[in-house]
């Protein structure tokens, strides 16, 4: 049964967003529980790094897809 391929660049991406939602996550802990809202410039920021995400993870999803669809699979 053939797999649809991932690549070493793709392992590569996802590790590193995993690293960054790891950081986004402690960041979000440290927060002194008492502060309910950030600033703008933080809420910013934290947009832009999950905005960031997304596009790297939906770019894996579709080459993963692609070689699906055109064969390129691993065994």
Known sequence: MKHPAITLKD??????LRNVGQ??????QAQDS???CHSPAQRLQ?????YLMTVQLDGVVERCNQRWLTGEANV
């Open 11 to 16: 392992l590569e991406c996802l590790e590193h």
């Open 23 to 28: 950081l986004v996550s402690d960041l979000s």
């Open 34 to 36: 008492t502060t309910l």
């Open 46 to 50: 934290l947009s832009s790094v999950v």
